[in-house]
């Protein structure tokens, strides 16, 4: 049954400068500056929830330009805490990537960043902070980055759809248990409330038969949300920023943390009626987002063709050397033989004290040593498998990856989910020179313990 929105749980009730290592830009940089603010998130009638926001806005102003072109950004830290920028899923160079510990240090209270970097790809990706992203990107700090192809493709309307997902309390504002144990050995920190572009209830006016490009970005600190379509026929043109060869139908998919996906839709409904942006929860769907149709038709259009392909590494056959990756710990699984963290091997019990529920290859938290290195060019195959209780959301920084079937390599992608018990084995080309970041997107499993590196030299 498809209803509007209602709250996902029983937490909110109803009721009335520090510079770059590169020299400055010669062009003046435009400031994104993150701050305190306030947004209203709940629906009328409840306070404005206090937030961290880029620019005041939730989410922060889109940035918009044309593949080939350059970001050029200057952070602007009014927080009380340390923050930086990750700028999800573009193929960067290393010094611009955010990772604080890694590829810069964090950015403190009252000083500033130069962002600058050229965008090689066109499609969907993001820009979120780095720093106790469990924490700030709960409060708030994410925007999209959309990269334009250089020919537009045949569409009435385009919609970028942010999916935000919140844990209020009944007064609307956030609650402050970020990093809680349970949290961090569970699923994560998964709200009572999501939004899309900042609305609890959103709704776009459309026209029978009108062709709509939705890139759907799911923003959520640790949520994978299940969707689908009603009165709306559709097509996945593009998954994580890369075009598909061909357009596959919609369908019912799965989005996880830092998923993105670009969806043609051919609005199917009738005057009068609404077609319906479907999110499954508990047996349950509710409508995420609503395109209520207005009166006025046009004929239908044939199906839609592909987006012109990016330019990727070659990796037209798996590469045979092969590095694990395997995912420890949690509730209900615990690291009975301990774990190495920060050099020294560790207890059950004394990681627990120190925060640490998950390892990667039994190492807790970031190891002094990469995973595995690459010369540039070089590609390799990595097993990833999932000795947990929990879904995984694994995300390599500067890179994509292609998963590998029985049959074929799968689409590109820069973060795959991987469920309890499953192995999912991707391939890997170090195309992209440095110090990368590859760790779960789950950020409570993160802060927990599930990240590694990697190096191409």
């Not at 349970?182 to 572009?197: A, P, W, Y």
Request: glycine share 10%; with cysteine; hydrophobic share 40%.
């Amino acid at each position: 049954m498809i209803c509007r929105r209602t709250l996902l749980g029983s937490g909110l009730a109803l009721g009335a400068s520090v510079l770059g290592g590169r020299a400055a830009a010669a062009e003046e940089p435009l400031r994104l500056r993150a701050a305190p603010s306030r947004a209203q998130l709940a629906p009328n009638g409840y306070p404005e929830t206090p937030v961290w926001a880029y620019d005041n806005k939730i989410p922060g102003p889109e940035i918009r330009l044309r593949q080939g072109t350059r970001v050029v950004r200057r952070l602007v830290n009014e927080l009380p805490q340390p923050t930086s920028i990750h700028w999800h899923g573009v193929r960067i160079d290393n010094a611009m990537d955010g990772v604080p510990g890694l590829t810069q240090d964090a950015v403190p209270p009252g000083a500033e960043f130069d962002y600058e970097f050229t965008v090689p790809d066109a499609g969907t990706f993001w820009y979120h902070t780095h720093n106790r992203s469990w924490e700030q990107l709960a409060r708030g700090l994410a925007g999209p980055l959309i990269v334009e192809e250089t020919t537009s493709p045949d569409v009435d309307a385009e919609l970028t759809l942010f999916v935000s997902d919140w844990r209020l309390d009944q007064s609307a504002a956030l609650t402050e248990d970020f990093g809680a144990m349970h949290d961090q050995s569970h699923q994560g920190r998964i709200g009572n409330m999501l939004t899309v572009n900042g609305a609890f209830d959103r709704a776009t006016p459309v026209r029978r038969h009108q062709r709509l490009r939705i890139r759907l970005i799911n923003a959520a600190t640790d949520r994978v949300i299940y969707l689908g379509l009603a009165g709306l026929e559709g097509w996945v043109l593009a998954l994580d920023g890369m075009p598909l060869e061909a357009p596959q139908p919609a369908g019912n998919f799965v989005l996880s943390p830092a998923q993105r996906v670009d969806l043609f839709v051919d609005v199917t409904a009738e005057s009068g009626d609404e077609g319906v942006l479907v999110q499954y929860e508990r047996g349950s769907g509710y409508a995420l987002a609503s395109f209520p149709v207005t009166d006025g038709s046009r004929a239908r259009r044939p199906a839609p063709v592909a987006l012109p392909l990016n330019a990727m590494p070659d990796l037209r056959v798996a590469p045979t050397r092969s590095v694990d990756f395997r995912m420890e710990g949690g509730a209900m699984r615990g690291l009975p033989n301990g774990a190495v963290f920060e050099g020294q091997k560790l207890s059950m019990r004394d990681l627990m004290l120190a925060g640490q529920f998950w390892a990667t290859n039994g190492v807790a938290g970031m190891p002094d040593s990469p995973l595995f290195i690459l010369h540039q060019g070089e590609a390799v195959r990595l097993p990833l498998v999932n000795d947990t209780a929990f879904p995984h959301a694994i995300h390599a920084h500067g890179h994509h990856f292609r998963e590998i079937g029985e049959d074929a390599l799968g689409p590109w992608r820069d973060t795959i989910l991987v469920d309890p018990g499953e192995t999912r084995e991707i391939a890997l080309v170090g195309d992209n020179p440095g110090n990368w970041l590859i760790h779960c997107h789950m950020l409570n499993h993160q802060a927990a313990g599930m990240k590694t590196w990697f190096q191409v030299s």
